[in-house]
């Protein structure tokens, strides 16, 4: 009869695999430290996926396999491209895919083409709130396909076929792999599948080796659960050449290169950081995306030093490096915030270039913060995240029906 692995999400089963588990499925959704081996009664083996098979078993069994919420999965997804817009692209490659390879004539007894996505959501919803399941196998319509088939359509990819589960189900749903059967069986060692988990590191290129040590500490502190996922350039290590002039020169010869790694080159909110930013070629490979530090409400009305004398300007744009972005505890000392000082000024953007004259001692205030273990609001610092966070998924106007 065989053993067998499955996926639940808001405890509705799919990707089931007979003596085997779907490496793929792993890799897109878990860390090594979402492995989980614990005793649970037989009473909580999953009845839609079991049945009545457990109802009268006493005792407690080793759970053993992978455990995470849909939110935390979704975003692992997101941040390698995976949205809303990409399942709609990819539903209708899915069609079309069916269609040719004949799937819906010979296999399914229903026109897939005829389905529209917002038809296939709504019934996707619709199973998973009601937690509507059968062991016919029918596939003479939608709603019977997508229960025999666990929630997915013959073409899909399975990135974007976990998505659109995920997204339809709240954030804090369980979302879990079940390796138990197979483990016991022998089929394979659980323990060792967290160690056989295989990702693709996004790199992020910064300015500067200041940057990117705050940037790296701050998704430790902010996003634990994602920080597995990024590298960040060694800028002491090995000595690399630093400022915006030169993550401009390392953005082209990754192009040059044709370098497959995902990598984002994030440049300063400053006028030097936008003047090297529109060097950049507009067409870059879909791996590599240019970013800028994003425009802030606390920039839009702040103290800065010139000719003049002190006044008060929008400095998004002109002055606006990685300290902007470290929260107002951070930037205030006894209720008074840092002037920003104007210096050279750009003939091509028409600005002056801005800076904080204490940026050093700004920095220190920080990793002192971090040293110390303290907690602080950051909501600019969360800003720049969920920009690099949605850096390669896909925008547009896309209509989604």
């Known amino acids: 009869m065989g053993s067998f692995s499955f996926l639940t999400i808001a405890d509705y089963p799919t990707f089931d695999n007979k003596n085997e588990y779907y490496r793929e499925v792993v ?15 037989f009473s909580s083996k999953n009845k839609l996926y ?6 009268d078993e006493k005792g407690k069994f080793f759970f053993k396999g992978f455990r995470q919420t849909a939110g935390i999965c979704k975003r692992r997804l997101e941040i390698f491209g995976t949205n809303l817009l990409s399942v709609k692209l990819d539903w209708d490659n899915a069609k079309v895919k069916a269609s040719e390879n004949n799937w819906y004539s010979a296999e399914y007894d229903f026109n897939i083409k005829r389905v529209s996505f917002t038809a296939y959501r709504k019934e996707l919803a619709n199973i998973l709130t009601n937690k509507i399941i059968t062991y016919e196998q029918e596939r003479d319509n939608l709603h019977n396909s997508l229960i025999a088939d666990g929630l997915v359509i013959c073409g899909q990819s399975i990135p974007e076929s976990l998505y659109s589960i995920l997204s339809l189900v709240p954030d804090e749903a369980i979302v879990e792999y079940d390796l138990t059967d197979i483990s016991a069986a022998g089929w394979i060692k659980a323990e060792k599948v967290k160690d056989d988990i295989r990702f693709e590191k996004i790199i992020i290129l ?9 940037l790296k500490s701050t998704l430790k502190l902010l996003y634990p659960e994602l920080f597995p996922y990024y590298h960040f350039l060694d800028f002491g290590g090995f000595k690399v050449e630093g ?72 400095v998004n744009g002109m002055a606006c490096g990685i300290e902007m972005y470290l929260g107002v505890e951070v930037l205030s000392k ?23 004259e204490n940026k050093d001692e700004l920095q220190s205030r920080f990793w002192q913060f971090v040293k110390d273990g303290k907690e602080w609001p950051m909501p600019e610092m969360k800003l720049i995240w969920e920009s690099i966070f949605n850096a390669f998924c896909s925008v547009g106007n896309k209509d989604l029906t």
């Open 27 to 41: 890799n897109h959704l878990f860390l090594p430290e979402d492995f989980v081996c614990e005793k649970r009664p």
């Open 50 to 55: 079991w049945g009545d098979a457990y109802n």
């Open 206 to 214: 910064t300015e500067g080796r200041s940057d990117s040590e705050i």
């Open 243 to 314: 400022g915006a002039s030169a993550l401009v020169r390392t953005v082209k010869a990754f192009a040059a290169a044709n370098v497959n790694h995902p990598i984002i080159a994030l440049f300063d909110n400053d006028t030097a950081g936008i003047s090297e930013m529109c060097k950049i070629p507009k067409k870059l490979p879909n791996n590599i995306k240019a970013l800028k530090l994003p425009d802030i409400e606390i920039a839009k009305n702040f103290a800065t030093l010139g000719p003049t004398g002190i006044a008060k300007v929008d």
């Open 334 to 356: 006894n209720g008074q915030f840092p002037l920003i000082r104007w210096s050279s000024f750009d003939n091509g953007l028409q600005k002056y270039q801005g800076y904080f």
